[in-house]
C-alpha cells in the first residue's frame, strides 16, 4: 500500500489550498487517516485525523480553518485549508492504519509529504 499525496503549493496569506492523499494498492479495512505537519527542527504534529467511523480530531491550531474529509471508500482523504497563515507552512504527511486482509492487524503507512508555503 502506497500514500500519495497531492495539492501543496505556495499561496499568499488568507488564501485557501486543497490537499488530496489517496491509498493504492488492496485495503480490507481503514482504521483512521490524518495528516500531519513537519517543520525543520521540529517534531511532526498532528493537523487533523479521522476515523472510519466519522470521528474527527483537529489540531488547536487549525480549527475553524481547516476541514479533513474522506470520500465513501475510506481510502482516500482531503483536507480543505483556509485562511492560511504564515505559520501553517510546512510539509505536510498523510499517514494512515490499514489491515489488508481479513484478521490482520492494522498497520500504519506515511505518504512522501507535501510542501505548504503560506507567504505573508
Known amino acids: 500500500v502506497q500514500l500519495q499525496a497531492s495539492g501543496g503549493g505556495l499561496v499568499q496569506a488568507g488564501g485557501s489550498l486543497t490537499l488530496s492523499c489517496a491509498a493504492s494498492g488492496s485495503i480490507f479495512s481503514t482504521n483512521f487517516m490524518g495528516w500531519y505537519r513537519q517543520v525543520p527542527g521540529k517534531e511532526r504534529g498532528l493537523v487533523a485525523k479521522?476515523?472510519?467511523?466519522?470521528?474527527?480530531t483537529y489540531a488547536d491550531s487549525v480549527k475553524g480553518r481547516f476541514t479533513i474529509s474522506m470520500d465513501s471508500a475510506k481510502t482516500t482523504i482531503y483536507l480543505q485549508m483556509n485562511s492560511l497563515k504564515p505559520e501553517d507552512t510546512a510539509v505536510y504527511f498523510c499517514?494512515?492504519?490499514?489491515?489488508?486482509?481479513?484478521?490482520?492487524?492494522?498497520?500504519?503507512?506515511w505518504g512522501q509529504g507535501t510542501q505548504v508555503t503560506v507567504s505573508s
Open positions: 479521522i476515523t472510519r467511523g466519522g470521528v474527527i
Open positions: 499517514n494512515a492504519e490499514f489491515a489488508l486482509r481479513v484478521a490482520y492487524p492494522y498497520d500504519e503507512y
